[in-house]
């Protein structure tokens, strides 16, 4: 599907995780305003056949719902069934039957499933959640998010080392509710910039270009809670280390009050800056360590909560 350059700082933030390896993709809206787009970990899913929504319920091929990790997702042509596999557990649904059985119990579903231009189309949410996946409906950008972390991936997060949760934290598949904001992209390639509150992993703000997003670790997922765009006039942002004209925004302004640690990360030389930005603003640098993207070192200076 064809995308354009509107795009919000959680597609900024996925993008950057590519260039490291990572397996998230670009967030865009989409260049057709009624396109519905299904992202899966942060990976947009491609699809022969639209996604649409009747009843309020996204319907997608079934091999959309295949790509969602752990769980096995099978077709019966002959008997016109979708199977489901879970940690042991059997969900069947019947084309054209709006009831669902999960093992011997019977559900009703909002939709049934169907068959359109020869692909089996399925109630996308009630797969999803089946396999243990969240689900979100973003009614701005008109992407469905389905997020689903590994268990290895949320010990790591579990990590009594700080730089390791931090580390997992940017790991974590992303969803947003928020709009998609105007970008513009920073001049020197594969920089970023890091802020958490001092001591924490599961709070943690991200910028680039012209661009900050704010991000909460809500059970397997990163939630964007805040977006903004903002140029060089000097200014009030509500935040003391963004001391810079917002232009444009989306959610809710967290507040910070106590003071952060940064990661001034200079893709080009493979090194980031770090230190603290206290309450009034004052910026202390630390010094200057190699740094991948997104994979972050102990601060032997900051207090660990």
């Keep these: 599907m064809e995308k354009h350059l509107k795009t919000s700082v959680i597609g900024w933030l996925t993008a950057s995780l590519l260039i490291a390896g990572s397996a998230l993709p670009t967030g865009t809206a989409s260049a057709a305003s009624s396109a519905i787009e299904i992202r899966i970990n942060n990976r947009f899913a491609d699809t022969d056949v639209a996604p649409y929504i009747t009843n309020g319920t996204t319907m997608v091929p079934l091999q959309v719902t295949q790509q969602i990790p752990g769980s096995s997702v099978q077709w019966n042509n002959a008997s016109k069934t979708v199977t489901l596999t879970r940690d042991g557990e059997t969900i069947t649904l019947v084309a054209g039957q709006k009831t669902a059985k999960i093992g011997n119990k019977e559900v009703k579903l909002e939709a049934a ?81 890091y802020y958490f509150p001092e001591g924490k992993a599961d709070q943690f703000f991200l910028t680039g270009g012209n661009s900050i997003s704010y991000y909460e670790v809500v059970g397997n997922h990163s939630e964007e809670k805040w977006t903004a765009t903002f140029d060089s006039v000097k200014a009030s942002s509500g935040l003391f280390f963004l001391p810079l004209k917002i232009t444009n925004q989306d959610g809710e302004l967290p507040k910070i009050t106590s003071r952060v640690v940064f990661f001034e990360f200079m893709g080009h030389v493979g090194q980031a800056k770090y230190g603290f930005v206290e309450p009034n603003g004052e910026v202390k640098t630390l010094g200057t360590k190699e740094m991948n993207l997104n994979q972050f070192f102990d601060i032997p200076e900051e207090n660990k909560s």
Excluded: C
């Design 113 to 193: 499933s169907t068959l359109k231009q020869g692909r089996v189309m399925v109630p996308l949410r009630f797969i999803a959640e089946s396999t243990g996946a969240y689900v979100l409906w973003n009614p701005k950008q008109r992407i469905v998010f389905v997020a689903k972390s590994s268990e290895e991936l949320k010990k790591q997060f579990a990590s009594s080392n700080l730089a390791e949760a931090r580390t997992a934290a940017l790991k974590f598949p992303v969803v947003s509710s928020l709009k998609a904001l105007d970008i513009t992209p920073s001049e020197v390639g594969g920089n970023q910039g």
